[in-house]
Nanobody, 119 residues
Framework: VQLVESGGGLVQAGGSLSLSCAASGSASRINVMGWYRQAPGKQRELVATMTSALVTNYSDSVKGRFTISRDNAKNTVSLLMNLLKPEDTAVYYC???????WGQGYNYWGQGTQVIVSS
């Protein structure tokens, strides 16, 4: 599975940005798609995920501000980020997990896209 992200950039606090991620390869076997982020000096953390059944999971820090969406037919996942805060500044990574028939999970990552929120 290959993941290619687009979007991101520089925005003022309170603004909005949208990220998109397109999966290719064995994309039809993806169970979970989502977004993680990593700020300088910090560990990578979950932002939002969505299962193939469209069940969502959000980090408490982004609930009510970010919205994840997914198109299973197109193998894409998007993240709409509203009311951005300086602490949202990070490199955002698209993530996909494939669960094989024998139960093992395989994780795939995009190259990352920078989001900078200025105060």
């Amino acid at each position: 599975v290959q993941l290619v992200e687009s979007g991101g950039g520089l925005v003022q606090a309170g603004g909005s940005l949208s990220l998109s991620c397109a999966a290719s390869g064995s994309a039809s076997r993806i169970n979970v798609m989502g977004w993680y982020r990593q700020a300088p000096g910090k560990q990578r953390e979950l932002v939002a995920t969505m299962t193939s059944a469209l069940v969502t999971n959000y980090s408490d820090s982004v609930k009510g501000r970010f919205t994840i969406s997914r198109d299973n037919a197109k193998n894409t996942v998007s993240l709409l980020m509203n009311l951005l805060k300086p602490e949202d500044t990070a490199v955002y990574y698209c993530h996909a997990m494939v669960v094989a028939t024998w139960g093992q999970g395989y994780n795939y990552w995009g190259q990352g896209t920078q989001v900078i929120v200025s105060s």
